[in-house]
């Protein structure tokens, strides 16, 4: 099981969405930025939201498509919290792309 908080330095908050939020970190290990998902603090106590949350890192992982983000990474936090790491990929949000009247 990796050790979140000697492998990864938070640097700041991306994005929330109904399920999670998405922080930047730093990997010290590969020397890169990633994004990391956490479930939310909402659901972090309901198992069905855990597990699903966890198969959700593990299905991705397997997948290899030009329109999919890569998996690096996945654990649980020492407040229980389940987290994966994934490629971070710099672009415009949806919000935004629709606001420039993108399809």
């Known amino acids: 099981m990796t050790d ?17 939020e998405v922080r ?11 994004a990391q998902k956490t479930l939310r603090w ?5 198992p069905r939201a855990r597990a699903r949350f966890l198969a959700e890192a593990t ?7 030009p329109s999919i983000v890569p998996v690096y990474d996945r654990g649980v936090l020492p407040d229980g919290a389940p987290w994966y790491t ?10 935004e792309a629709q606001a420039a009247g993108l399809p």
Do not use: I, P
């Open 24 to 34: 930047c970190v730093y990997d010290r290990v590969l020397d890169r930025e990633v």
């Open 86 to 95: 994934m490629k971070r990929v710099l672009g415009q949000t949806l919000a």
């Open 4 to 20: 979140f908080a000697a492998r990864y330095v938070d640097r700041g908050l991306l994005g929330q969405g109904g399920m999670g």
């Open 59 to 65: 299905m991705t992982a397997g997948l290899a498509h």
């Open 42 to 46: 909402s659901l972090r106590d309901t």
